[in-house]
C-alpha cells in the first residue's frame, strides 16, 4: 500500500493502537489459563487430597518448561506469522485446561500441567514480534511498558475471577470458565492481528518514523537462510553479555514475583482464614501496583532516560529488594 505519505500514516495510525490492545488482550488471557492454578490449590487439595508438595511439583515443572519452550519459541516465533503463532498457542492451552477441569488423577493432571507449560511458552516472542514490527525505538519504552502491564491484568483478574469461580461453582470451573475465553480469544486473534507493516504493503516503522539511517531500506527485509540466521544468534545473543546479564537479573525479580503469585492465595486463605475470593483478591492488589509500575518505568526510560532501559531497571530491582 505504497501511496500518498498521508494515507500510510493514518493506516499506521489506525493499526498501531489495534495491535498493541490485541496482543494486550492475548497475553492477559494466557494468564488466564496459566494462574488459575494458584488460586485454586486449596480447594483441588481437600477435593482430590492432593499434597502441597504435589501443588508444587505442578508449578515447578510448568515453569521450567515454560522458560524452555519461550526460549525454543523464540526462535520459531522470530521466524513464523506472530497471528497464527500466538493464536496457536493461547488454543492449546485453553484446550490442556477443558481437559485439566475433568481430570482427577494427580499423574494426569501433572502431565497437563506440564504440556500447558510448553504452550504458554509460545505467547511472548509472538508479542515481542509485534511490537516490535509496529514501534519505533524512541516509544518502545512507553509501549512495552503499557504492554507489559498485560502480565497484570491477566493475573489480577484471573485471581479474582479464579477465586470466584472456585468458592462459588467449584474448582473444575475455575479451569473450565478461564478455558472457554482462551479458546474464543484464541479466534479472534486469528481473524484481527496483522504480523508486521508489511502485510499491509506499509514500510517499515523505523522508515515511517525517519528513525532508520537507510531511508531506502526495502519494505520487507530479504530473509536469512538458516546459517545466517543461527550466525546472528551466536553473536548477537549467545556472546551478548548484556544478554546474560539481563537473564540473571530477570530470574531473580521472577524468583520474588512467581513465589508470591503461586502461594499467597493458599497462605492468605488457610492460615491468615480468608474467603478464597477475599485471598484471590488481596494477591490482585500485588499485580495491580506491578501494572501502574510497570507504565511508570516504560514512559521515564523514554522520557527522561533518553531510550536507556538499564538505569530504570536498576531502580526497581533496587526497589524491590528493599
Known amino acids: 500500500m505504497q501511496g ?3 494515507d500510510i500514516k493514518a493506516v499506521y495510525r489506525r493499526f498501531r493502537g489495534r495491535q498493541l490492545a490485541i496482543t494486550f488482550i492475548a497475553y492477559a488471557v494466557y494468564y488466564f489459563v496459566r494462574k488459575n492454578l494458584s488460586v485454586l490449590m486449596p480447594l483441588m487439595e481437600k477435593d482430590l487430597h492432593i499434597k502441597k508438595s504435589e501443588l508444587g511439583a505442578f508449578l515447578t515443572a510448568h ?3 515454560y ?3 519461550k526460549f525454543a519459541n523464540g ?3 522470530d521466524r513464523s506469522n506472530a497471528r497464527t503463532f500466538l493464536a496457536f498457542g493461547l488454543l492449546v492451552s485453553g484446550l490442556l485446561n477443558l481437559t485439566f477441569g475433568f481430570s482427577g488423577t494427580v499423574m494426569i493432571m501433572g502431565l497437563l500441567w506440564c504440556a500447558n507449560g510448553w504452550f504458554q511458552g509460545i505467547g511472548f516472542p509472538p508479542c515481542a514480534r509485534v511490537l516490535s514490527h509496529w514501534f519505533a525505538p524512541s516509544e518502545r519504552g512507553t509501549m512495552w511498558g503499557i504492554w507489559n502491564a498485560s502480565h497484570m491484568v491477566g493475573a489480577a483478574g484471573i485471581l479474582v475471577w479464579g477465586g470466584w469461580l472456585g468458592q462459588t461453582y467449584g474448582w473444575r470451573w475455575g479451569f473450565f470458565g478461564p478455558a472457554l475465553v482462551a479458546i474464543a480469544t484464541s479466534l ?3 481473524l484481527t492481528l496483522k504480523d508486521t507493516p508489511a502485510e499491509l504493503g506499509l514500510p517499515p516503522v523505523e522508515q515511517q518514523f525517519g528513525e532508520f539511517a537507510d531511508a531506502a531500506r526495502p519494505v520487507e527485509a530479504p530473509k536469512q537462510d538458516d546459517a545466517e540466521f543461527k550466525a546472528f544468534l551466536k553473536r548477537r545473543v549467545f556472546q551478548n553479555p548484556y544478554i546474560w546479564l539481563i537473564c540473571g537479573a530477570n530470574f531473580f525479580v521472577y524468583v520474588v514475583r512467581i513465589s508470591f503469585l503461586n502461594w499467597a492465595p493458599t497462605y492468605l486463605h488457610e492460615t491468615k482464614g480468608y474467603s478464597l475470593a477475599a485471598a484471590g483478591g488481596l494477591t490482585a492488589s ?3 501496583a506491578g ?3 510497570s507504565i511508570i518505568a516504560g514512559i521515564l526510560t523514554d522520557k527522561f532516560f533518553r531510550n536507556r532501559r538499564a538505569p ?7 526497589g524491590t529488594a528493599v
Open 63 to 65: 515453569d521450567v518448561l
Open 75 to 77: 526462535y520459531l516465533g
Open 188 to 190: 479472534f486473534i486469528f
Open 312 to 318: 530504570m531497571c536498576v531502580i526497581y530491582m533496587l
Open 4 to 6: 500518498p505519505a498521508a
Open 291 to 293: 501494572l501502574v509500575g
Open 286 to 288: 500485588y499485580e495491580i
Open 67 to 69: 522458560g524452555t519452550s
